[in-house]
């Protein structure tokens, strides 16, 4: 019997996936692999941490469970895949179905024959146009030689103050490794807010706002502008729009671009990334494509989005190894799903922002339910911020952001789920999620969440945005009421021009204190007592009422 | 506007709930709410932590998340409820629609009108019939009252060893807490197995090798025949089938029972429990049921079950509320999810038990899947067993059982979503679960192990469980093959017959040593090695070759 011949082009993530679950499926196959770096089948989403001091060593992130490293001999001898190390795919031959390979050190080339063509050729560091960027300091973060030699240039170097150019995922969790040093870190971030791409606004904020109490410094809607270097060549500091930054070490992390020169050149379609169709085949059958090259299909948008993931790229390879052996799987898309942990801080996302379910016309309704993780008489519990997106219409969950100390991680992925698999408000709020006191209150925070959501759609409920109430505190014709008991208000002091202090128990009996003719805006610490404040006052008589999203907590007040 | 009048029986979760709700709804409904005990509104899951010294004080779980005692002023100032507290209803008159009410102390009567009646009349705790119970020392646990009289006792008393009848939640959850005393605690489990209706019977055992670890004593198909008492009649010992075992405190906690009586008597439709339909009405219109007095659908598996749990009576009492003030909201039913804290370990279930799959008539197919909850490359990580049940045929998922000291709570929470919404092992396997380092593997554990039961149901992968794994251990006509680093091997030893040790690597070079005319069974510690070993032992001719379901680490072998 014919052998069936693989080349996998890209030996991270996805390259490495599709050529095992390849051999996994079809023994006989032969499988070549072909990696143009020195690095083999590694974590990249571990590289801020071998930078920090979780990971100990850089071997552990190219490591199997059972501590064996997946060198070339390993995938040799387990896995029965030849690898091309240090050889760089130079073109693609679709008609004779030839790619032709170059030793990157000896330039020695050879013409691989494959019938089923795999192109993982992952991303690159997006570099953005600054001059200085060849000073001695300034880093990126790609593969393990880049954070061997950003660590090794900050053990041999004094580094007291380090930029991160980029707010985004690995910009933050290189920052926060950086700190964890004791350098003084600054985050500049182009736009108008961190995680551009991740959260929305509001909750950007009520994270940069965490962040820069644990001594970070964000600068947005900011430009660097030049590196500059001393006489010996090494970084001495920054200029950006708002000056000069003193730094002995920058991080260039704005973001990656995918790598689809050798697509481009076969002629394959490319736009954002290479195109693939559910099965992860391009536009040429015998060759299919995976990982942070691609583009994939965003279940909740319908849109071909470009976010390239780990995760991600492991399914995708698997998809890759089951067809080009003769399945035939589809792969369903993503959610854009993100989640970082900074500190003692979470965050993380799913399916549509806010805006983006505007602008792809839903008539969107946000609920914003701040609560515990654990019982609220359980030690140890922490404070979670859900932020749910839906469709008005259709009661629909289209997107997930949530913040805080405590466990997202568990209720984002309930809402991957649920959005998913296409579940209304009234789904998510009666699941049946897992109950007790070391884990969750009994009405789960996020149970609570979609129930907001309910009244909301239901007209029982009605919410006011932080930025609203914050634009309105100076307003003459809105009255704050601060419910809150007369110990909490300590903490927090609310500056609104027209404020009353009736504690939540006492709103019934000292209604008449509350002028009818104005708008009212209701408060406490986390919008419990505010929403059922409204429902009270609306009762008696009071039309034009609202509560602040998840109350005053979270937000920069 | 006449008021609508709404009298709801029970004041500990679902009532309160359901009155909270009622008034939400309809501001001007006249709501009252009985209660015939001494407490209100508590959470009662978290006795056995404030028995434990979790929870400090018992108003702790009485108490708003702003530290509002919920009494009955609350309630009238709050919320406008009147409360009744030490009333109970003695009989239900369906055609004038009132119920008679009676004041525990001053033995007081008076007929309350009600335009709809909510039972939320809980369970109580199932008391067996054990010469002795009526010892000072016995205790059961199901109100604040109960939970104080026993930590008097256990301050006041030489309390050494504690036994407790029933090996279900709130007995595993107590022992912890009495373990932790100091104290040596013996559960005695008249069932074969601790968690009879929580977990399959490998994965109860696997739980119970961990307890017995931390030093708990497991008796399982062990009746107590009799409770001891000295003297001055405290307990001293109890009397089982496996011999007289000392004590000085004894725990009932061998389940509870839904109290119908009133339901019953009024002539409403009860069996298990009190029969609801979809919106929880009573087999009278007028009259509601929620919370531990009434037995629900489950999804799974269409059948009626009686699953009493704090999470299911808030929800179920928030439906109520809606309806009984003019809205129409379905319960869609529950998921038998249940979740325990037991000192480092996890346990938790959903859907259907591989027992509840078999007798609905589905061919079954499970895996077992262990693996890390962070990046095994992440410190902190621990491990997670998780089993998944899944349907043959449609390759829907049916059921997942997760034990472990890892995070399985966000595991068993997406398995909820996805059973619920009835997803297929592909559809999980392909979820964009939030990923990174600090959260999850690349590939999380569970999808993982939605993977291999698509590899199962593909033929692919071929497994046996733990326990043929274990009868088959001194069979001549099996050969065992560890694939284990010889360091590993230190570890733990496997004791079969006929065994080779082959590390997995040298797998393909060494086939030659294997007999092919016997059956073949592979085993590492996770499995991960020992799969891929009979795809390869396959493909070089070996037919019979099954692995063990999660490897040899879980199990005691």
Redesign the interface.
Known sequence: MERLKIVVIGGV?AGPKAAARAK??D??AQVTLVEKGEWLSY?G??LP?FLGA??KEIK??M????E?VRSPQ?FH????IDVLLGWEALSINRKDKTVKVIDVGTKETKELVYDKLVLATGAEVLVPPIPGLDALGVFQLKNPGHALAMKEYLLNNEVANAIIIGGG?IGL?TAEALANWGMEVTIVEMQNQIMPYLLDPELSLAFSTYLEQEDLNILTSTKVQKVLADDDGRVKGVETEQGFIACQVVLVSAGVRPNVKLAQEAGLAVEKGIIVNEYMETSDSDIYACGDCVVCEH?ASGNQVYVP???????QG??VGTNITGGR?N???????????MFDWNA?R?GLSERDAKELGYDVVTAFVP??DK?????GKKLILVKLIADRKTGKLLGAQLIGPG?I??????M???I????TA???????????????P???TL?NAA?VVKNIIDG?AKNMSFQEFKAKLSDDNVIYIDL??TE?RKAKNIKARNQLHIP???I??RSTEIPKDKEIVVF???S??AF?AQ??L??LGFSNVSFVDAGIQFWPL
């Open positions: 993530a996994r499926c023994q006989n974590g989403c571990g941490y979780a990971v552990d992130l490591s199997t469970s059972w064996a390993f001898e387990a896995k029965d995922l969790e279940i993931l780990g995760s991600t790229a492991n399914k698997r998809i799987e792969s369903p898309g993503i959610m854009g799903t993100s989640i970082v942990k993380g799913t609560g515990p019982a609220h008489f359980f030690p466990d991680a568990r209720r984002l992925d309930v991957v789920t649920a998913t698999l296409g579940a009234h789904q998510v709020a009666n699941l049946d999620l897992a109950y007790a006191p070391p884990f969750s009994a009405m789960d149970i129930n029982k809150r008991t909490e939540f128990e006492e019934r009996a406490c610490i986390l419990t007592r059922e429902v009270i609306n009762h």
